[in-house]
């Protein structure tokens, strides 16, 4: 546009075309560059999604996997309770309950295994259950 103006100022004639081509091009110029704004805006748009989308999709596939974790933890805690009902206290023949010797365990060992057992999977229980319960 501005070479035009020079022209025209000095002394030369420019024909009404020129300026009609000038119009038309400048057009096609603002309509491409709009829709390659467009177009950029666009694909950042779903590459956002897209990763939000992932995001959201690997949270929910952990959190599956703690609810998995923690059903299996649960369960083993079932049967780790019900190995520990044979080995609770038996009272002694001869003693009164209110004796503190009057208990006898068959196997001290194992009950004392079994009963760290059991508290270490009430904690992991808790510790599951605690990020279950901040999970988005």
């Known amino acids: 546009m ?11 004639i420019v024909p009404p075309n ?31 999604l897209t990763s ?3 995001t959201v999709s690997q949270a929910l596939a952990n959190w599956q996997e703690l609810r998995s974790e923690k059903k299996r933890l649960e369960d083993q805690l079932e049967s780790e309770l019900e190995r520990l009902e044979p080995l609770k206290p038996i009272l002694r023949s001869g003693f009164s309950p209110e004796d503190e010797y009057a208990f006898y365990l068959p196997d001290e060992v194992e009950y004392e295994k079994v009963c760290r057992k059991i508290e270490r999977l009430k904690e992991e ?12």
């Open 2 to 12: 501005a070479f035009v103006g020079l022209w025209e100022h000095s002394r030369h």
């Open 52 to 54: 939000k989308h992932l």
């Open 18 to 48: 020129v300026y009609w081509m000038i119009a038309i091009v400048s057009l096609f110029v603002a309509c491409y560059k709009a829709w390659k704004d467009e177009r950029l805006a666009k694909e950042a748009l779903l590459s956002q």
């Open 125 to 136: 229980i808790e510790i599951i259950t605690g990020k279950l319960r901040s999970a988005p």
